[in-house]
C-alpha cells in the first residue's frame, strides 16, 4: 500500500501539528542509517508507516520484522517514541491525535 507523502504533509498540515522531518537519519551514534519516516526530532516523536506487511515486501519478512524489532528497541533506547500506523490510517484523525498526544506528554520532560 503506498501513499503520497504531500498529501500526508498536506493533511498534517491542515490539522496544525507541526511539520515533520522525512526520512530522518537518528541513529548516527551507533553507526547505523536507520531512517524514520517522519520525524519530530525537537520531541523524539517518529511515526514508521508499516505498509510492507500487506505486500509481503521487505518489512513483512520474517528477516525485516527481525529488523525492524532491533530498530524500534534502539529508537526506544535513545529516547524516541515511535508510533506505528498502517499507510491507510496516516490521513484520519486518529493519527493527527495520537501525533498530538505525544507531542504533549513529551513537553511536560
Known amino acids: ?3 503520497k507523502t504531500q498529501i500526508v504533509l498536506a493533511y498534517f498540515a491542515s490539522c496544525n501539528l507541526p511539520k515533520p522531518e522525512q526520512e530522518f537519519l537518528f541513529a548516527k ?3 547505523r542509517k536507520w ?3 517522519f520525524a519530530w ?3 523524539k516523536i517518529a511515526l514508521e508507516v508499516e505498509g510492507g506487511i500487506f505486500t509481503r515486501g521487505a518489512h513483512g519478512s520474517i ?3 527481525t529488523r525492524d524489532i532491533e530498530k524500534y528497541n534502539a529508537a526506544a533506547c535513545l529516547g524516541w517514541r515511535v508510533l506505528r500506523v498502517v499507510p491507510d490510517n496516516l490521513c484520519m484523525l ?6 498530538r498526544e505525544a507531542i504533549k506528554e513529551g513537553a511536560c520532560e
Open 1 to 3: 500500500m503506498k501513499y
Open 63 to 65: 528477516t525485516g520484522i
Open 29 to 31: 551514534s551507533l553507526g
Open 35 to 37: 531512517r524514520f519516516d
Open 41 to 43: 526530532p525537537e520531541h
Open 94 to 99: 486518529e493519527t493527527v491525535y495520537m501525533i
